[in-house]
C-alpha cells in the first residue's frame, strides 16, 4: 500500500474497530446481566419479529449507502435525495408492519408478538433520521464521531434495559432498549453532524442511487431472509426457548466474526474504490485484506469454540447450558464469514452489483437446500448444515475474484490455509485442556491462556507478514 492510503486504512480500521469492539463490549455486559434476568423464552420472542425488521432496513436504504460512499463527486442534490427517500420508505415500512403485526402473532401463535411488533417497528421511523449522515461520516472514514454515538447510545439504552428487567418487566425490557438505542442515535447523529438536508430532490441523483443499488437491495433482502429463515423455522417448528437458545449462541458467534468483518468491510470499501481502476494494485491489497481478516477472526472463533462450555456455565448459567453445543458448531460455520464479505465488497467496489445479486441467488438456493433437509433432524443437524453451506459458498463467492483481479478459490486459500491449520490445532488443544480440568473458572482460563500462547508462537514462526502488520497497528495506537 502506499503511505497515505496505509495511513488511512490504519486509522480508520483503529477508530472503527474501537467503534464496533467498545460497543459490542457494552453490549456484550448487558447482554450478560439480561440473560441472568430473563429467560431464554424472553429471547426467543423478541427474535421472532427480527426479520421483518431487518427487511424494512433493507428496504429503507435500498443500497443507497453503498451508492453514496462510491459516487467520487458527491452533490448536496444526491445526499438529500437519499435522505427524503429514506424517509418515505420508513415510513411506509412502519405502517405495513402495524397492519401486519395480528398476523405475524397469529403465525408464531404468539399473542403478544402484536403489540411488541408495532413498538419495535418504531426503530423503522427513526433508523431513515440518520443513515446520511451516518454514510457521510463513513466516506470521510471518520469513524471516530460515530464510536462516540454508538458508545453513548449503548450505554443509555442498556442501562434502561437493566432497569426494567429487574422491575419485572420482562421481554418488553429488550424491546425499549432496542427503540431507545434508535432514538437516541438520531439525537447524536443530529447533533454531531454538521449537514442538514437541503429542500431539493434530483431525478438524476435518484436514478444514479437506484441503478447502483437496486442489484444491493435485492442481495440484502435475500441475504436478510436467508440469515433469518433459520430463527423463522425454529420460532415455527421448535418451542420459543429453543429460539432463544440459538439466538444466544449465533449472538456469541456473530461477536467476533460479523463485527470484525463489519470493521473491515467499512474501512476497505472507500480505501479500495479509491483504487478500483487500478487492478495489480487493487490485488495485491486485496491479498493483504484476506490474510489480515483470516489472522484476526479465525482464532477469535476457534478460541470461542474451544472454551464455550465454561463460558457459558460462567457467564449465563446453567440455564442457558443447551447453547454450547450451537455455539462450537456454528462458530466454524462463521469461520470463514469475513473471507465471504471481502470477496463480496470487490464486487461492490468494481461497481458489479449485478453479479453480485446473482451469487447471493445461487447461494441461497444452496443453503436453504441443505436448511430444508435438515429441519426434521433437530437443531444441531441444521447448524452443522450451516457449516456445510458455508465452505460451498466459499468456492462461489471467490468465482468472480478470480475473473475480475485474478485472486481466484486457490491463490485465496493459499494465503488463508496456514491460519485455517493453526486455529483448529489451537482450538483442539483448548478442547482437550477443557476436559482434563475438573473446574470450569480453571477452565476458561487455562485453555483460554494456553490457546492464546499457541496461537501467537506459531503466528510469530509461520504467520510473520500478518503477525508484524497487526503489531504495527498496535504500536502506531500506543504511540498516538
Not at 463490549?25 to 427480527?50: N, T, W
Not at 403485526?101 to 408478538?113: M, R, V
Not at 491462556?449 to 504500536?475: I, T
Request: glycine content about 6%; hydrophobic content about 50%; aromatic content about 12%.
Amino acid at each position: 500500500m502506499s503511505s497515505d492510503l496505509k495511513s488511512t486504512t490504519k486509522r480508520g480500521l483503529i477508530w472503527s474497530a474501537i467503534e464496533r469492539f467498545g460497543t459490542q463490549g457494552v453490549q456484550f455486559v448487558f447482554a450478560v446481566v439480561l440473560a441472568r434476568l430473563l429467560s431464554p423464552e424472553a429471547y426467543g420472542i423478541i427474535a421472532m419479529p427480527m426479520v421483518f425488521l431487518a427487511l424494512a432496513q433493507i428496504f429503507i436504504d435500498s443500497g443507497f449507502s453503498s451508492a453514496l460512499v462510491r459516487k467520487p463527486d458527491l452533490t448536496e442534490s444526491d445526499l438529500s435525495t437519499a435522505f427524503y427517500f429514506n424517509i418515505v420508505v420508513g415510513v411506509v415500512c412502519y405502517l405495513i408492519l402495524y397492519v401486519l403485526s395480528p398476523f405475524i402473532a397469529d403465525f408464531y401463535e404468539t399473542p403478544i408478538l402484536s403489540d411488541l411488533l408495532k413498538v419495535t417497528s418504531l426503530t423503522v421511523l427513526f433508523n431513515p433520521l440518520c443513515i446520511v449522515q451516518q454514510t457521510i461520516l463513513t466516506k470521510k472514514i471518520d469513524f471516530k464521531t460515530q464510536a462516540k454515538v454508538s458508545l453513548l447510545t449503548t450505554v443509555l439504552a442498556g442501562v434502561v434495559g437493566i432497569i426494567m428487567a429487574f422491575k419485572g418487566y420482562g421481554v418488553w425490557a429488550l424491546v425499549v432498549q432496542q427503540v431507545g438505542s434508535a432514538f437516541a442515535r438520531v439525537v447524536a447523529l443530529w447533533y454531531l453532524s454538521s449537514w442538514r438536508p437541503q429542500a431539493q430532490w434530483s431525478s438524476d441523483s435518484f436514478h444514479y442511487l437506484w441503478n447502483y443499488g437496486c442489484k444491493l437491495l435485492a442481495s440484502g433482502v435475500l441475504d436478510t431472509v436467508y440469515n433469518n429463515i433459520y430463527p423463522i423455522v425454529i420460532g415455527k417448528f421448535y418451542s420459543a426457548g429453543s429460539l432463544g437458545v440459538y439466538t444466544r449462541a449465533q449472538h456469541f458467534a456473530d461477536l467476533p466474526s460479523m463485527n470484525i468483518t463489519g470493521v473491515l468491510q467499512r474501512v476497505t470499501f472507500p480505501v479500495l474504490s479509491s483504487i478500483q481502476n487500478e487492478d495489480d494494485r487493487l490485488a495485491r491489497n486485496y491479498r493483504q485484506l484476506l490474510k489480515l481478516s483470516a489472522f484476526v477472526v479465525f482464532p477469535l472463533m476457534a478460541m470461542l469454540a474451544g472454551i464455550s462450555e465454561p463460558m457459558i456455565r460462567i457467564l449465563l448459567g446453567e440455564q442457558w447450558i443447551e447453547t454450547v453445543l450451537l455455539l462450537q458448531i456454528i462458530c466454524f460455520a462463521k469461520i470463514l464469514y469475513p473471507i465471504h464479505a471481502i470477496n463480496l465488497n470487490l464486487l461492490q467496489v468494481k461497481g458489479r452489483s449485478d453479479l453480485f445479486l446473482r451469487l447471493e441467488i445461487i447461494k441461497k438456493i444452496i443453503g436453504v437446500s441443505i436448511m430444508i433437509y435438515t429441519i426434521p433432524r433437530g437443531l444441531v443437524m441444521m447448524a452443522s448444515g450451516m457449516v456445510v453451506t458455508s465452505f460451498l459458498c466459499l468456492i462461489i463467492n471467490t468465482y468472480y475474484s478470480g475473473k475480475l483481479i485474478r485472486v481466484g478459490y486457490f491463490v485465496q486459500m493459499k494465503d488463508i490455509m496456514p491460519t485455517m491449520i493453526i486455529c483448529l490445532l489451537m482450538s483442539a488443544l483448548m478442547l482437550i485442556i477443557s476436559k482434563i480440568i475438573p473446574n470450569i473458572y480453571c477452565q476458561f482460563l487455562m485453555s483460554g491462556l494456553l490457546g492464546v500462547l499457541f496461537y501467537v508462537g506459531a503466528a510469530r514462526l509461520f504467520l510473520k507478514e500478518q503477525y508484524d502488520y497487526v503489531l504495527s497497528l498496535v504500536k502506531n495506537k500506543k504511540s498516538n
